[in-house]
């Protein structure tokens, strides 16, 4: 059975975009900050191992859109499962298959696990994915990228209460402290 693991980059105040997304689309004001730890190679060392370690993405349709697909050859080399309220052919760009689901986060997941087999299962923003995942019970393990970084205004992660955390690793990259937690049931 695949590991679900979500995966997402937050400012030390917990934001995962900054302030004004109006006039900064995508990642908000000095929000591209909190990918940063992708500039150095321990940080892209981490990623890859991440996505070595993967057999299927969840994203949403917005990341899927923002990012144009990740480009001609998809990046990922692997099934992608992009949420939406909005039906879509399967997209195909190299290696990478998009297919996009409309029957909620909790049927991308199930199908990302059954696709990705004895692999991990990456669930990626934005925070509204994520924070519909924690919620699903479907998610093994939670990975925050916290960059040191205040942004005082933006998207939030966390929306109130949820799954209990235990925690399991701490690496530290230039621009970012990588803490893994094991997510058990939620909280009251």
Known sequence: MAIVEVDISMSVDGFVTG???????GLGERGERLHAWLGHDE???LSEATFAASGAVVTSRSVYEATGGWGDDGFYRMPVFVVTHRPHRVVRKGDTTF???????AAAIEAAATTAGDKRVHVMGGASIVQQALRTGLVDRLRLH?????LGSGTVLFDGAGPELEHLDTVDTPDATHVTYRVGRAGP
């Open 19 to 25: 302030p004004d997304l109006d006039t900064w689309p």
């Open 43 to 45: 940080g892209r060392r």
């Open 99 to 105: 297919t996009f689901v409309t029957g909620g986060v």
């Open 146 to 150: 916290i960059a040191p970084l205040l």
